[in-house]
């Protein structure tokens, strides 16, 4: 990999990475050795002191990843490593290099990002996209910038005007419509496809039957909180009627999910959901099998069916739902694990339940937000678009 600055020297590189060996349970392993490459040592040190206050771990996760991105970048556009705090100019260059006109560029070979930057982060594998990226990416990454320059103590030129004009001019140039995280949701009918697809009494499928099903019912729980689920998150409840017009009637059996810290609460907030019903059932069922009472309630299993101790990971939960999708004669490449995600929301749409009563149970924060989660396939079921027909 050729980024146009000579490598660290061995005693370097190999304090950077004991130094990242603390956040081995943040950072994949096998990306410690190429960020102890990359970043400097002040770059590890801000790292570390994050790590140190407390910022949840995927949102760690995704600022070091940013941060090497940045890095090697800067490193492949200038031949220098990164500035702090970068002046405007490079933050104009970085937009630049990644939001760009891709007609403009069949006559303008110099428009955008330079063959020889990309060839080198191709190299990284950092880059895998030929074309300008995608808007939400890039301010992403320059979020990640600004926290990690203001966590320096340092002041950034992010809130610049022609920062901010280059953005928007770059962004209507780049005309990149905007992807869903899952091309298609995991509405009701898919999930009980799945179930049925993982209706066996293998102990995987025990498991699978109730990670799928309580990620949904809980109101489309990201794959990050479904792995990090614990069992002293999961509390008893008082039956409920299965009819909440006749209280006195026949009794279903209710558990509340403590949520802690997630992408939109704190781990000192009370924020929690239900499960009510065959959810409750199949995630005692999974629980009782297992022999699980404390610590991670999904888990690994071997090629041999033995139970691990090690939680499961937002990947292999992802991988999971794929992987049952094929099983269900589904194409995999068109569901991810974020569709159970849009699927509750859409669903509860199709059952015409209220919006504010779907965010209370998926915990979205904001109107807009959530609305967006609505399957645009619905739309085809809808008259809006059938007046004249």
């Given at each position: 990999?050729?980024?146009?600055?000579?490598?660290?020297?061995?005693?370097?590189?190999?304090?950077?990475?004991?130094?990242?060996?603390?956040?081995?349970?943040?950072?994949?392993?096998?990306?410690?050795d190429f960020l102890a490459e990359i970043l400097t040592d002040d770059d590890v040190a801000t790292l570390r002191h994050l790590a140190n206050e407390g910022i949840g771990e995927n949102s760690l996760r995704a600022l070091a990843s940013d941060l090497g991105y940045l890095e090697a970048w800067c490193l492949a556009a200038t031949g220098f490593a990164l500035p702090w705090p970068a002046p405007e100019a490079l933050l104009i260059k970085f937009v630049a290099h990644h939001l760009w006109d891709p007609v403009r560029r069949e006559a303008d070979p110099a428009h955008g990002m330079p063959e020889d930057v990309a060839v080198a982060l191709k190299l990284a594998?950092?880059?895998?996209?030929?074309?300008?990226?995608?808007?939400?990416?890039?301010?992403?990454?320059?979020?990640?910038?600004?926290?990690l320059t203001k966590w320096r103590g340092l002041k950034g030129k992010f809130n610049a005007p022609g920062l901010h004009g280059a953005i928007k001019l770059a962004v209507r140039a780049s005309a990149r419509p905007r992807g869903r995280k899952s091309k298609k949701a995991v509405t009701a009918d898919i999930l009980t496809a799945l179930l049925k697809a993982c209706?066996?009494?293998?102990?995987?499928?025990?498991?699978?039957?109730?990670?799928?099903?309580?990620?949904?019912?809980?109101?489309?729980?990201?794959?990050?909180?479904?792995?990090?689920?614990?069992?002293?998150?999961?509390?008893?409840?008082?039956?409920?009627?299965?009819?909440?017009?006749?209280?006195h009637g026949e009794k279903l059996p209710c558990l509340s999910i403590r949520l802690g810290r997630t992408k939109t609460t704190q781990a000192d907030s009370d924020a929690f959901v239900l499960l009510i019903g065959r959810p409750v059932r199949v995630l005692r069922e999974w629980l009782e099998r297992?022999?699980?009472?404390?610590?991670?309630?999904?888990?690994?299993?071997?090629?041999?069916?033995?139970?691990?101790?090690?939680?499961?990971?937002p990947q292999a939960v992802n991988l999971i739902l794929k992987r049952r999708i094929a099983e269900a004669g589904l194409d995999p490449q068109a569901f991810s694990a974020h569709g159970l995600r849009s699927g509750y929301l859409t669903e509860t749409a199709r059952r015409g339940i209220p919006l504010p009563e779907a965010?209370?149970?998926?915990?979205?924060?904001?109107?807009?937000q959530a609305s967006n989660y609505y399957n645009d396939a619905e739309r085809t079921l809808g008259r809006a678009a059938r007046v004249i027909i």
């Open positions: 990999m050729d980024l146009r600055l000579p490598k660290p020297v061995p005693d370097q590189k190999l304090r950077r990475a004991e130094a990242l060996d603390a956040l081995d349970s943040v950072l994949p392993f096998n990306r410690r594998k950092l880059l895998r996209v030929d074309g300008p990226h995608a808007p939400a990416t890039v301010r992403r990454r320059l979020s990640s910038w600004s926290t209706a066996g009494d293998r102990l995987v499928d025990v498991r699978d039957r109730a990670l799928l099903i309580t990620a949904f019912a809980s109101g489309g729980r990201r794959r990050s909180e479904i792995s990090a689920l614990r069992v002293e998150q999961i509390v008893e409840e008082e039956p409920v009627p299965t009819d909440p017009k006749a209280p297992a022999n699980i009472s404390e610590g991670a309630v999904f888990r690994g299993i071997d090629r041999w069916g033995n139970l691990e101790k090690r939680a499961l990971t965010m209370q149970q998926s915990q979205h924060h904001s109107v807009q």
